[in-house]
């Protein structure tokens, strides 16, 4: 297993917000990316924050958007739609979707709309 699947998601969650924020986009526009790709709503969220819920619980517990498939791009060198392992595609999803947002992607085209 990858460390990342025990990594706890809190830790990396400020990053996300702070790669988004360094490119003049907001906290709520990183959790609404977080909440469509989850399927959690903002208390599901924060209860996994405040848990410090590793990424391996974090995606057991979400319903991944039906979409997803859609997200398609290289993150670390390696084509998210390429990647075998179902946890590691789906972090690698969550990685790409915060860097389509810090790129100043519309968010109509990040959510797949």
Partial sequence: MHRIFHTSFASVYPLYVAKAERKGRSRAEVDEVIEWLTGFDADDLKRHIDAETTFEDFFADARLNAHADQITGVVCGVRVQD??????????????????????????KILRT
């Avoid at 075998?84 to 109509?108: F, N, S, T, W």
């Fill in 83 to 108: 990647i075998d392992d179902p946890l590691m595609q789906q972090i690698r999803y969550l990685d790409k979707l915060v860097d389509e947002l810090a790129k100043g992607k519309a968010m109509a």
